[in-house]
C-alpha cells in the first residue's frame, strides 16, 4: 500500500473515526483504525469500530499502490496531528505490517497488524433506506439526548427513543427524573432551507418504524453532522438489531437497544393550574450564579408569587451558605413553592431554543413541564424535589 494525501485530510478524517476505537479494547486489533487504499477511484476508507459502535469514512488521495492495514489508533493520531500542513506519504513497502510515514519534516515508521483480524463493520442488506433532513435531526437530538440514563442496568433508557414517519420525527428520552421530547417536522425545515438555497431540497424518503438508540452513538452522530453542512441528507437503514446512518461519504453503524420503551407520555399531566411565562436565559443566568452555593442535595427553591408576579429562587447548604434571586414572570394561578434538582433544571433550560419559555406545574410534587414559545416543539418534563422544612 502506498498513497500521498495532505496532511489536513488525513488528520480530520483519523479523528473522526478514532471516536469509535475502543480505550479498553477486548482484542488488540478493536485498538486500530483500518486503513484500505483503492485506486480506481483513488480514495483511502478510514474504519474505526468497537463491536458496538462503526464510524467509516472516506477522503481523496493519489493512491499509487492499493493495499489494507491496521495501525493504532492513538498513535497514529498523535504523529499526524503534529506534522506540518502539506502532502504526507504513507507506504508499506518494509513489510510485516511496518508502514512508513514521510512528511517535509521528517520520517516515521509504525507497527501495525493485519487486516484479516479486524472484525466488518455490520451491514444491512435488505433494509430500506430513509432519507432525513440532517438539521431537523440535530434539532430533535440537542432537545433529548440530556435526558438518557446514565444507568447501564436500565438499559433500554440509556438511548434515545426515536420514532420516524413520513411528515414527523420524534425524540424522547428519559432517566426517571427528567423528559425530554421533541417533535421535528423535516418538510417544514426543507422549506425554509429552500428560501435561501438556489436549488429545492429533495423530498424526504420515509416510511414510519421505531427504534431506540444507543445515547452514545448519538452523541457521536450529533457533532460529526454539526460539522457538516445543512444541506447534507442522512440517510438511515433498519434491521433487526442495528441502525446506519450515512451521509456524504460517511457512515455510523451501532446497535439498537433492545426491550420496550415506557410509554413517558402517560407522565405528562393533561391540565395545569398554573402558568409562567419568563424569559430563559435571565432564569438561567440566576441558576448559574446561586448555584455555586448549592450542596450534595443541589437543591433549588422557588417561591412563586402570583401578587407580585415574581420568582423567588434559593439555595441554602449549611456548610457554604445561601443565595437569592428575584426574577419578574407573567404568572397565572396560586402561590406556590416547589423545589427542583438545580442540575436538572439547568440542563433543560440550556436545551430550550427560544428567549421565553413557558413553565407549567401543579402541586409541589407533581410534574412540571417548560416549552418553548415558538420554535421547535419541545417538551422538557422534570420531577420536583421534596422540601424538608
Not at 53 to 70: K, Y
Not at 176 to 201: F, K, Q
Not at 336 to 348: E, R, S, V
Request: aromatic fraction near 4%; include cysteine.
Amino acid at each position: 500500500m502506498k498513497f500521498v494525501c495532505t496532511q489536513h485530510d488525513l488528520n480530520i478524517n483519523l479523528a473522526l473515526v478514532s471516536r469509535a476505537v475502543s480505550t479498553r479494547p477486548t482484542h488488540p486489533v478493536l485498538a486500530n483504525i483500518k486503513i484500505a487504499a483503492t485506486a480506481e477511484p483513488d480514495l483511502i476508507q478510514l474504519t474505526g469500530f468497537d463491536l458496538s459502535l462503526g464510524i467509516q469514512t472516506n477522503f481523496a488521495a493519489r493512491v499509487e499502490e492499493e493495499g489494507i492495514l491496521t495501525l493504532p489508533a492513538k498513535l497514529l493520531n498523535d504523529i499526524v496531528a503534529k506534522l506540518p500542513s502539506g502532502e504526507i506519504t504513507l507506504d508499506d513497502e518494509a513489510g510485516d505490517n511496518l508502514v512508513t510515514i514521510t512528511s517535509a519534516s521528517g520520517r516515521y515508521q509504525v507497527r501495525g497488524m493485519s487486516a484479516e483480524e479486524f472484525p466488518e463493520l455490520p451491514s444491512i442488506e435488505r433494509g430500506e433506506t430513509n432519507q432525513l433532513s440532517a438539521t431537523a435531526f440535530i434539532d430533535g437530538l440537542k432537545g433529548s439526548l440530556i435526558a438518557c440514563s446514565q444507568d447501564e442496568t436500565k438499559q433500554v433508557l440509556t438511548g434515545v427513543y426515536l420514532k420516524v414517519e413520513p411528515e414527523r420525527l420524534e425524540f424522547a428520552a428519559t432517566d426517571g427524573h427528567r423528559l425530554g421530547i421533541v417533535e421535528v417536522y423535516p418538510n417544514e425545515v426543507e422549506r425554509a432551507s429552500e428560501e435561501e438555497a438556489t436549488e429545492p431540497a429533495a423530498t424526504a424518503n420515509t416510511s414510519s418504524f421505531e427504534v431506540t438508540v444507543p445515547a452514545k452513538a448519538l452523541r457521536e452522530l450529533e457533532k460529526m453532522l454539526a460539522a457538516g453542512t445543512e444541506k447534507d441528507r442522512l440517510g438511515l437503514q433498519l434491521e433487526q438489531g442495528q441502525v446506519v446512518f450515512g451521509w456524504g461519504e460517511r457512515k455510523l453503524t451501532t446497535r439498537t437497544l433492545e426491550g420496550k420503551y415506557p410509554d413517558y407520555r402517560l407522565l405528562i399531566p393533561k391540565q395545569f393550574q398554573r402558568q409562567i411565562t419568563l424569559d430563559r436565559k435571565q432564569l438561567l443566568s440566576a441558576l448559574e450564579r446561586i448555584a455555586v452555593l448549592a450542596d450534595q442535595s443541589n437543591l433549588v427553591k422557588f417561591s412563586i408569587a402570583s401578587d407580585r408576579q415574581s420568582i423567588d429562587l434559593s439555595v441554602e447548604s449549611q456548610d457554604r451558605g445561601s443565595g437569592r434571586e428575584s426574577l419578574l414572570a407573567q404568572i397565572s394561578g396560586a402561590d406556590l413553592d416547589i423545589a427542583f434538582n438545580i442540575k436538572y433544571l439547568m440542563d433543560g433550560l440550556k436545551t430550550l431554543p427560544t428567549q421565553e419559555i413557558t413553565i407549567s406545574l401543579n402541586g409541589p410534587l407533581e410534574p412540571v413541564i417548560l416549552t418553548p414559545l415558538g420554535g421547535v416543539k419541545m417538551t422538557y418534563l422534570v420531577m420536583p424535589v421534596q422540601l424538608r422544612n
